[in-house]
């Protein structure tokens, strides 16, 4: 079982609020003879509308989430006093950081030079001019923007809003109804009706827990601001920020960048919902755009938090927490989410650089629930290992903060309501320069990032169990499993963390206490319970490296029966039934993960095991090199296509695939003693020697490695060099036939 991280959880971000104000008629349309007379005036033709139409219709345009429309200049006559109010003040367009404290992307802060122009134009009568010269109004569909999407997700059942309420938080659950992984390149939510939602986020629920935790209601939605989702059974850090606003429906992920959605997950759409007034019906459509290539990058959310600080006294105007982080690899920085509820005022994000240097990621000097966004960078910001990250968020807990959801002001503690209080910056990273040969950055920030939490609460449970997951990742699996165990201090009935003890006991070598481990998450978990199934599917696993074919077998068939299929219970029965020589049951086995995920390695690299059995080394180079498009970094797959290649008589190939195994394994004697071979077998000789020699020095108990060493000095002429190869072979292996035969061969051609 892969490690679990902690899953990033998100309290509800607050969409704009836009003015309800009643209109106020404004005077009469002056046209464009009217300007004639005062050739300076500003007019919408040819100075708002620009402005409006680029700024303003993403959201007021019919159907949008705006409350009311500015594409026409009736439109905008008729509003002109709140624009007026709103642009002046800044409340619009809604951006809340500060300028030169970050460069972002899609910056919707108006110029100073467009706020100008507006109270011109509205403050000298608000002239229409040549509607012919004004641009075309921008076209809004209210459907998909991104042509029709490859699947279409809704909920069973709609949502009922009263008429007047407080805001409210609903959690519509979209399961995802494919029996194959997809990746998603884009997607768009289109919320109905879209005024009465304030915003909207997606998060991915691998497992279904929501909806496990709420089997006998979950198709109107769960209510509730903050969730927590169990994240599956692999080590899966990469993360976006799937972030719904009125003014940015569709979300197009950066090339190379991706996110996964397998079989058995769910779509969990929080929502902050806004009364309009009269009784709603709540839904929501999403469309999602496949793309074939899984992701080249894989980006992760990091957070700074400091909750465990938040104990605001009634009246206190400047309550200030902090936290940092210290990044242990280097990253680039592609957003910042910062947050907290009501009485957040000034937030601060910065990095401290090793030399010193202060970098701004994020300054908000006037907080606002309500309009706070993700933000994104204009281009990454790169910071190096060592850089430290810090937080310093000011509260506003006075009667004279207009947010203040108590009045009189009452003390106030962390918590998930709106009313509570949170302390969170959160930033998607992308972990860079990163050295094949050492751990995964991921994990290393991953490590990082708990050992800073657990230093703040010690016994948090969720924090124990990323830290262990984390250190086993990285193949620290003895500190693990005690990890593990402290935790299961608190929990002992716990079955997905005893499913990861007995992970991190197979990895350190502890094999009976590992499969003890996993009967016992399986006994406590019952019998189709999802973490009783990790369990199954990782005893399965560690019966088969014991050559317990068997018994493998026995436990992949108990993973089909009870628990959800997916491709890799059924490669795992595939890879039993072929330990067990059921060749054409196991190549079936294989067939049905790989419609279920096509990039699924085990089965990729079992057929091309099984084509090279065959004889057929052109299908075994193909998914072989199917199996390495699916994970790169499988030293194996990289061996086998290899020698697959050297089968086909393309030596250079093979070179190129031997390369990379010795860049991902430099110290593995075999893979220094089959490149020269290879190497040889193309005519280059000495890099051949040079390589062989490699190999020697990792393992000197090499027979064949002596053996082949010698027919390499033979061939140079160094016959007495060639005659201590051969025998230093036979006395290693006084068997080895083909030192035997060499060193006779050597001894009869260069006689006395």
């Known amino acids: 079982m892969k490690p679990l991280p902690i899953l990033p959880t998100f309290a509800a971000l607050p969409l704009l609020v836009a003015f309800f104000c009643s209109p106020v008629e404004s005077p009469s349309a002056v046209t464009e003879e009217s300007r004639s007379s005062n050739p300076g005036a500003a007019t919408w033709s040819h100075d708002a509308a620009p402005i409006l139409y680029k700024n303003c219709t993403p959201c007021h345009h019919p159907g949008g989430a705006g409350p009311f429309s500015l594409l026409t200049y009736a439109d905008a006559r008729r509003w002109a006093p709140q624009i007026l109010a709103v642009t002046q003040s800044r409340f619009m367009p809604p951006w809340l950081p500060e300028p030169g404290y970050g460069d972002f992307a899609d910056v919707r802060r108006l110029s100073g030079e467009d706020q100008a122009l507006l109270k011109r134009w509205i403050d000298g009568g608000i002239l229409q001019g040549d509607l012919k010269a004004a641009p075309p109004p921008p076209h809004y569909d209210a459907m998909w923007q991104l042509g029709k999407p490859d699947l279409v997700l809704e909920p069973a059942r709609t949502f009922a809003l009263p008429a007047t309420s407080t805001d409210a938080f609903r959690n519509l659950i979209l399961p995802y109804p494919l029996k194959e992984t997809h990746y998603i390149r884009a997607m768009e939510i289109v919320p109905a009706p879209a005024r009465v939602v304030h915003h909207a986020n997606l998060l991915i629920d691998r497992t279904a827990s929501l909806r496990r935790a709420h089997a006998s209601d979950w198709e109107g939605g769960v209510p509730g601001m903050e969730l927590m989702m169990d994240a599956g059974n692999r080590f899966d850090p990469d993360s976006h920020f799937l972030f719904w606003k009125p003014d940015t429906p569709a979300l197009v992920e950066p090339d190379g960048m991706p996110w996964r959605l397998d079989p058995g997950s769910d779509l969990v759409l929080n929502t902050h919902l806004k009364p309009s007034g009269k009784p709603e019906t709540v839904s929501a459509r999403i469309g999602l755009y496949f793309t074939k290539d899984p992701p080249a990058h894989l980006p992760m959310l990091v957070q700074l938090d400091a909750d465990d600080k938040l104990n605001i006294p009634p009246g206190d105007p400047n309550f200030v927490v902090e936290d940092s982080l210290k990044l242990p690899v280097d990253v680039d920085v592609l957003g910042v989410y910062p947050h907290t509820h009501y009485l957040g005022r000034d937030l601060q994000g910065w990095a401290i650089l090793p030399t010193g240097e202060k970098k701004w990621l994020v300054w908000i000097k ?39 959801p108590h009045l009189p002001p009452v003390r106030v503690h962390p918590g998930s309501r709106s009313e509570d209080e949170m302390a969170h910056l959160w930033l998607q990273v992308l972990p860079v320069n990163a050295s094949p040969q050492g751990p995964d950055p991921r ?72 499969a003890e481990s996993y009967k016992r998450a399986i006994a406590v978990a019952g019998f189709s319970d999802p973490r009783g199934c990790d369990a199954r599917f990782n005893l399965a696993h560690l019966e088969w490296h014991r050559d317990r074919y068997a018994e493998a077998e026995q436990q992949a068939r108990a993973l089909l029966a009870a628990c959800q299929e997916d491709a890799e219970s059924h490669s795992a029965l595939g890879a039993a039934l072929l330990g067990e020589a059921k060749t054409e049951q196991a190549t079936e086995e294989f067939r049905r993960a790989l419609v279920l995920d096509p990039n699924d390695f085990t089965s990729l690299y079992n057929l091309g095991t099984i084509a090279v059995e065959a004889n057929d080394p052109e299908k075994a180079a193909s998914l072989f090199e199917a199996a390495l498009r699916a994970s790169p970094k499988e030293l194996d797959a990289h061996i086998q296509l290899a020698g697959v290649y050297v089968q086909q008589q393309r030596f250079r190939d093979a070179l190129t695939q031997l390369r990379t195994a010795a860049g991902l394994a430099p110290d593995d004697a075999v893979v220094h003693s089959l490149l020269a071979q290879v190497l040889d077998a193309d005519g280059q000789s000495e890099e051949a020697f040079a390589e062989q020699n490699r190999a020697l020095q990792l393992n000197p108990q090499d027979a064949d490695g002596w053996n082949n060493l010698g027919v390499m000095l033979a061939r140079r002429g160094q016959i007495e060099a060639a005659r201590g190869a051969y025998r230093h072979a036979l006395q290693i292996d006084p068997t080895h036939a083909q030192a035997q035969a060499n060193l006779a061969l050597l001894s009869a051609a260069h006689a006395p």
Request: cysteine-free; hydrophobic content about 35%; charged content about 25%.
């Open 366 to 404: 006037d907080w606002d629930l309500n309009r706070q966004s993700v933000y994104r960078y204009g281009l990454p910001i790169r910071l190096p290992t060592g850089t430290v990250l810090h937080m310093k968020y000011t509260f506003d807990n006075s009667p004279q903060n207009p947010h203040n």
């Open 443 to 514: 994990l290393q920030l991953e490590e990082a990032w708990m050992r800073n939490r657990l230093s703040k609460s010690p016994e948090d449970r969720v924090t124990l169990y990323n830290l262990a997951a984390a250190l086993a990742g990285e193949g620290q699996f003895k500190e693990a499993a005690q990890i593990y165990e402290d935790e299961l201090k608190l929990d002992p009935s716990d079955a997905r963390t005893l499913t990861a003890l007995g992970a991190a006991q197979d990895g350190a070598g502890d094999i009976d206490r590992a």
